[in-house]
């Protein structure tokens, strides 16, 4: 069973510029969240995507968006990064459906620097 | 909304002793689930446990325990006998219980450093 992988592992930016972050989810998986984890914090949900749609979103601004794909990998687009931006991306894929539990398995990141 | 509160910012022990990670939460959902993460320095959460809100009973697994208890809304992680391995930042994090809203809401997290 491959777990969630996330790529690239780093990624250093300049203020503005646009970024793309990417997801293969677990096998067996249908769902993907991703989540922003700034230095010394906890994780803060961005949004979430079930079969292909947003499904649930955080308190991000719309600069922050997203796409699934049918075989449920995911990407995460950051556009006008600003500094605050600088943080490590995590994804997370569970299995969604009625009764089953929860259990969200993390991939090991994105750090995304932006100067 | 949720929240979830760890006051505990940092925590160092000598190995072997035993220690105790405090995570209290807010919200008005009746139903719900709590989670523990471990998040090691190569920085991926590892996921350690999950509870439902309508099961109250304690759980050991190994050198770890959880206590829930609803009438004071926390839900404690307890390491027996901690080795250096186990330091780690330790997040405690809650969830909805609605198919397709279980978006994790975490807390600020414990960094927890066991000393050789």
């Known amino acids: 069973e491959t777990g969630v992988t996330q790529s690239p592992t780093h990624l250093i930016k300049t203020r503005g510029q646009q970024v793309t972050l990417r997801c293969s989810s677990q096998?067996?998986?249908?769902?993907v969240s991703w989540y922003q984890q700034a230095l010394g914090q906890g994780p803060q949900f961005i949004f979430q995507?079930?079969?292909?749609?947003?499904?649930g979103r955080g308190n991000f601004p719309p600069r922050f968006s997203g796409l699934q794909f049918p075989n449920y990998s995911s990407e995460l687009n950051v556009n006008a990064l600003e500094l605050d931006d600088s943080a490590l991306y995590l994804c997370?894929?569970?299995?969604?459906?009625?009764?089953?539990?929860?259990?969200?398995?993390f991939g090991p990141g994105t750090r995304l620097t932006v100067l | 909304a949720q929240k979830v509160t760890q006051a505990q910012t940092e925590i160092s022990v000598v190995e072997k002793e035993d220690v105790t990670l405090d995570c209290v939460y807010e919200?008005?959902?009746?139903?719900?689930?709590l989670f523990w993460y471990k998040q090691p320095p190569s920085g991926e959460l590892v996921f350690l446990i999950r509870?439902?809100?309508?099961?109250?009973q304690n759980e050991i697994s190994g050198r770890y325990s959880w206590n829930f208890q609803k009438s004071t809304s926390s839900f404690n992680f307890t390491i027996t006998a901690s080795q250096v391995v186990d330091s780690a930042v330790y997040f405690c994090?809650?969830?909805?219980?609605?198919?397709?809203?279980?978006?994790?809401?975490f807390g600020s997290g414990t960094r927890l450093q066991v000393q050789p």
């Open positions: 997370a894929s569970s299995l969604a459906m009625t009764g089953a539990h929860n259990e969200q398995f």
């Open positions: 096998s067996g998986h249908n769902t």
């Open positions: 995507y079930y079969r292909e749609e947003e499904n």
């Open positions: 919200t008005r959902d009746t139903t719900y689930y």
């Open positions: 509870r439902n809100s309508f099961d109250e």
């Open positions: 994090a809650l969830s909805r219980m609605d198919t397709g809203r279980r978006a994790l809401t």
